[in-house]
């Protein structure tokens, strides 16, 4: 959260990018054909089913709070991003509004989900996957000329954020509910 309000508090109304983008961007592979390649688990048609798998897994397990946080977390996250904190921040790149950007969030929003419905070992392979993802999906945008580094990284700051606080919500309980007396 802290580096998502830094660079969002940084490039209100910005329009270029900080030596930090340009930094980042000179690292970022030349090849247009891997960029899309790295930016596609950013996409609806890439998330959208795995939301509905882990839907699917939660259902099977009777693990209401689970299905309720993935069908929740995400759409909350991704709306909250594109209706209230890009216009309030302001970041433009190309003629659009780019910070947070709505594609890293909507990734990370899934990969947090994702994330807290599984333990132990394979958690820590679904966090090292996601931030390998994420680099990867960041870098091709940054090749596409659709963010800046500092886009990817405030965006993926406020998903985890958001996603851990919804997920702190008190959400139904699995099972009927516990009998008085």
Known sequence: MA???AFGIAFTGDTGPSALDTAVAALVPESVTLAWWLAGPTEPYVLLPV???LAGFCLLRRDWPGLALTL???ALTVAVNTWLLKPLFGRYYGGHLAYPSGHTVSLVAVLTVLALLTAGRARAAVVVTGVLLTAGAGAGMIRLGFHYATDV???AGFAVAAVTALAALP????????SAG
């Open 72 to 74: 929740a977390a995400p």
């Open 153 to 155: 990284a405030g965006a």
């Open 171 to 178: 959400w139904p309980r699995r099972g009927p509910a516990p």
């Open 51 to 53: 939301l509905g798998l």
């Open 3 to 5: 580096v998502f309000l």
